[in-house]
């Protein structure tokens, strides 16, 4: 059993930056992907980066390659995703998951996990 809780949302203008976490509780975690995902009002929530469990292996959507950066720290229980260069679409609750292996990594229904989530809002 994994149990995830993001935090690090918040407001901030077009071209900031934001740093998420997610915290995990379980023995287990290290041996767990984890994605982080994301839904925007009226939208399906959709896949926006992840790691497998070294952190050896990373993958991106395409609309966050470059600007967002996944990483986590195993030793803390704790996964990250770093976002810069904000836009307003990026508006959306970000969602922490885990799941047991990284294939089919962007696909929602494979994970196992989820966090709560946490409200990015990105101004104009």
């Known amino acids: 059993q994994v149990q995830l809780v993001e935090s690090g949302g918040g407001l901030v203008q077009a071209g900031g930056s934001l740093r998420l976490s997610c915290a995990a509780s379980?023995?287990?975690?290290?041996?767990?992907?984890l994605g982080w995902f994301r839904q925007a009002p009226g939208k399906e929530r959709e896949f926006v980066a992840a790691?497998?469990?070294?952190?050896?292996?990373?993958y991106y959507a395409d609309f966050v390659k470059g600007r967002f950066t996944i990483s986590r720290d195993n030793a803390k229980n704790s996964v990250y995703l770093s976002m810069n260069s904000l836009k307003p679409e990026d508006t959306a609750v970000y969602y922490c998951?885990?799941?047991?292996?990284?294939?089919?990594?962007?696909?929602?229904?494979?994970?196992?996990?989820w966090g709560q989530g946490t409200q990015v809002t990105v101004s104009s």
């Open positions: 998951a885990a799941k047991r292996t990284f294939l089919s990594i962007a696909t929602r229904r494979e994970y196992d996990y």
């Open positions: 379980g023995r287990t975690f290290s041996s767990y992907a």
């Open positions: 790691i497998n469990w070294s952190g050896g292996s990373t």
